[in-house]
């Protein structure tokens, strides 16, 4: 399924609380921002701020006794998207201030513009949708060059991907295409800053990582499986959750391109949803290239090109690593056995360097 972003995007789809309805009045903020997001486990919430808001409860595991009241602008993270109640009131189970409990959905601040993936995302495309109207209404459907030597003609509008594949969201979040909805180019989205502000490149989990025709080519990848089995020692996990944060930098090109690119890299079936031929950061641009007399197409914070994977491999802040942080609710599988308490993905170096405690593996 396609949604065609043309012409500007007005990003003023917020919502007060997760218990509020969204501005098309077609579903609450909770169904929006986590029971349809992929990503809802990366984001960083807060108890709302309003006028006659300045706390929250904070129910106990038990959901009789309470842990000290939240105030207002305290961070929060979702540890279960399933939503629950607590009597009368629907509540997430979260965790905050080294606690782990129930906090009613209607004391939750919906994500804000820089913590909501979605909307850096659609930001994005309005910004590329007006470039590209903008050239197109002066000449008619223009052609896009990349930095990595391809050319693309024909270039005429942006359509959001909204596909699933195994579960999660597909590789592309936005396609260039043609007159006739023809995808052109596709391109997966970050937003804007350094390697750190990556979510991650993809999952390594054996149920959605993989390709749509095998959802564990990435979980089966000796390296994965190399990872896995040495973060289930007990120097790096303790019976119930990771001890700290691990990593190892990723060393095959392939792995490298499925987890960045898409996992239908090398698969024979050329770009698409799941083969993205870009990484853009930040803010699209156009700018015009006389002498090839074409439009480059960069983004502000980063490019990555997919016949450039060694480019990100050796990159001091972008190059891609295997890293296990803890996670409450989140773990592995590994040799038959259920490892709990963290959250495995492969990531840029800039994600991982900064956290206490870090080790190599």
Request: net charge neutral; aromatic share 10%.
């Amino acid at each position: 399924m396609h949604k065609t972003i043309n012409r500007g995007v007005t990003p003023s789809f917020f919502v007060a609380t997760l218990r509020s309805l969204t501005t098309d009045k077609t579903m609450t903020g909770y169904q929006k921002y986590v029971q349809s997001n992929a990503a809802w486990a990366e984001m960083e919430l807060t108890i709302e701020r309003a006028s006659n808001i300045t706390s929250s409860r904070f129910f106990k595991l038990n959901k009789t006794d309470t842990w000290s009241p939240l105030p207002s602008g305290t961070s929060l993270q979702i540890v279960e998207n399933q939503l629950d109640t607590v009597g009368s009131l629907d509540v997430l189970k979260c965790r905050a201030n080294g606690h782990v409990g129930y906090i009613p959905i209607n004391r939750i601040r919906k994500p804000n513009a820089g913590a909501d993936v979605m909307s850096s995302q659609r930001i994005a495309m309005g910004q590329l949708g007006d470039l590209l109207q903008r050239f197109v209404r002066q000449t008619g459907p223009i052609t896009i060059c990349l930095n990595n030597g391809e050319k693309y003609p024909n270039c005429y509008d942006v359509q959001e991907v909204t596909r699933t594949i195994n579960g999660r969201e597909a590789k592309s979040d936005f396609n260039i295409v043609d007159p006739d909805g023809n995808a052109v180019l596709y391109i997966s989205h970050k937003k804007s800053g350094t390697g750190s502000s990556y979510q991650q490149y993809g999952g390594v989990s054996a149920r959605s990582s993989g390709s749509a025709s095998n959802r564990r080519l990435i979980y089966d990848h000796p390296e994965v499986q190399r990872f896995m089995r040495e973060l289930a020692k007990e120097e790096n996990h303790n019976g119930t959750r990771l001890i700290g944060p691990r990593y190892a930098r990723v060393q095959d090109v392939t792995l490298v391109s499925q987890s960045a690119f898409g996992p239908d890299y090398n698969s024979g079936r050329g770009f698409g949803e799941d083969f993205c031929q870009i990484i853009g950061q930040g803010e699209p641009q156009l700018t015009w290239k006389g002498d090839e007399i074409c439009y480059t197409l960069t983004f502000s914070s980063h490019t990555s090109y997919w016949n450039q994977p060694q480019a990100l491999m050796t990159h001091p802040d972008y190059a891609p690593f295997l890293c296990a942080t803890y996670r409450a609710g989140r773990g592995w599988d590994i040799d038959g056995e259920r490892y709990d308490g963290a959250r495995l993905g492969i990531y840029p170096w800039g994600f991982m360097s900064g956290r206490g405690g870090q080790e190599e593996i």
